[in-house]
């Protein structure tokens, strides 16, 4: 049982990082992560899991932009971890311009249009994702205590609160195409992992390699992946934001846009 929790645990924290950012990209509602059972022991447990997961997808599909709630699984199966997450709705811009403007008023991590994008692309739109509550924050702390007095005294295994006036983005997703090829470059505060108990295990990744570029000074890191999209990442130490851009089978454009970004 301890060694499956800490495959949750791990498996938690690897959603908080960039490396999600398909989902990202793929959708402006974001649970902030999918929570797994710790051993689906029998069909009791299924069916829990699969009322949970149809009670959390409903959740979080009927979130308008801008709105943000938090949620308190009470089963340990589960939630083994016994947190709370957060599902949230992002905001989406058409307009460049109607995008900065957002971003600026929500503390955005920086992230602007090449001044001339690689031929042949074109801007396809911008999105913003709400900041969860850190768990060392005041915020956090009385949601969580609320969340589990209210499963203490009550009979669900689903509980929810709203939180209201989110104003602040944790991500930032812009999306260009080129034809049937699509690249998206995404920017991401970088938040300090939680402390876990016991010693994290990289995860085998046979299909995955890596390659370092240096780029105007700047040491990047291009994963290509045989089974997947590839991606170039980068870290500005100075600002915590880290840099990511994906595309299918488009090393060359991916290049382009980190030469123009990073020469910007």
């Known amino acids: 049982m301890m060694k499956n929790k800490m495959k949750v645990a791990l498996f938690l924290a690897a959603t908080m990082m960039?490396?999600?950012a398909?989902?990202?990209a793929a959708s402006t509602t974001v649970p902030q992560t999918k929570i797994k059972p710790a051993a689906a022991s029998s069909v009791k447990s299924e069916k829990l899991t699969s009322s949970l997961d149809d009670q959390i997808y409903e959740l979080t599909k009927g979130l308008k932009p801008g709105q943000m709630v938090a949620y308190y699984a009470a089963d340990k199966e589960y939630n083994p971890l016994d947190q709370i997450y957060f599902a949230s709705k992002g905001f989406v811009y058409d307009t460049y311009s109607d995008y900065l403007k957002k971003a600026k008023a929500m503390d955005a991590p920086a992230l602007t249009k090449p001044n001339i994008l690689p031929k042949g692309y074109v801007f396809q739109n911008a999105v913003l994702y709400l900041k969860s509550?850190?768990?060392t924050s005041d915020l956090y702390k009385k949601l969580e205590k609320e969340l589990k007095a209210e499963a203490a005294k009550g009979n669900k295994t689903l509980y929810t609160q709203a939180i209201p006036d989110v104003n602040e983005a944790t991500a930032v997703v812009l999306n260009?195409?080129?034809?049937?090829?699509k690249l998206d470059v995404i920017a991401n505060y970088i938040h300090p992992?939680?402390?876990?108990?016991?010693?994290?295990?990289?995860?085998e990744k046979p299909?995955?390699?890596?390659?370092?570029?240096?780029?105007?000074?700047v040491e990047c890191v291009y994963t290509d992946d045989s089974k997947g999209r590839d991606h170039l990442d980068w870290v500005d130490e100075e600002s915590q934001i880290r840099y990511t851009i994906w595309a299918e089978?488009?090393?060359?454009?991916?290049?382009s846009f980190a030469k123009k970004m990073l020469a910007d």
């Open 193 to 203: 992992a939680p402390p876990m108990n016991g010693t994290p295990v990289p995860a």
């Open 207 to 217: 299909n995955e390699k890596t390659e370092t570029i240096v780029i105007n000074g």
């Open 176 to 181: 260009y195409e080129k034809g049937s090829v």
């Open 249 to 255: 089978s488009a090393k060359s454009d991916v290049l």
């Open 133 to 135: 509550p850190e768990k």
């Open 22 to 24: 398909n989902a990202y």
């Open 18 to 20: 960039i490396g999600s």
